[in-house]
């Protein structure tokens, strides 16, 4: 069994900065790709983007070249650290991992861009 808890949302003006963190239970954490997914209201959830075990981020859309993945997996985190933020990025954001055939999934974290 893997725990997830993303922390850090929050409201913030346009062109603000956010980092989120997703602190998760269990052991391996280093062996395996972290994702960071987005879901806004009325709309399904999406890919924002994963960091591999190796830790080498990829980004989706409209995210690259704002968005930044990190890992530490001394602490069994990972990070997403958001600049430039739009509107269009209100959501809750949600961490993943995938372990022998399994989704494991956080409760999700609340950001809000709005002036």
């Known amino acids: 069994q893997v725990q997830l808890v993303e922390s850090g949302g929050d409201l913030v003006q346009p062109g603000g900065s956010l980092r989120l963190s997703c602190a998760a239970s269990?052991?391996?954490?280093?062996?395996?790709?972290m994702r960071w997914y987005r879901q806004a209201p009325g709309k399904q959830r999406e890919l924002v983007g994963e960091i591999s075990s190796g830790g080498r981020p990829t980004y989706v859309g409209s995210v690259k070249g704002r968005f930044t993945i990190s890992r530490d997996n001394a602490k069994n985190s990972v990070y997403v650290q958001m600049n430039s933020l739009k509107p269009e990025d209100t959501a809750v954001y949600y961490c993943?991992?995938?372990?022998?055939?399994?989704?494991?999934w956080g409760q999700g974290t609340q950001v809000t861009v709005s002036a």
């Open positions: 269990g052991t391996d954490f280093s062996l395996y790709a």
């Open positions: 993943n991992t995938y372990r022998s055939g399994l989704n494991y």
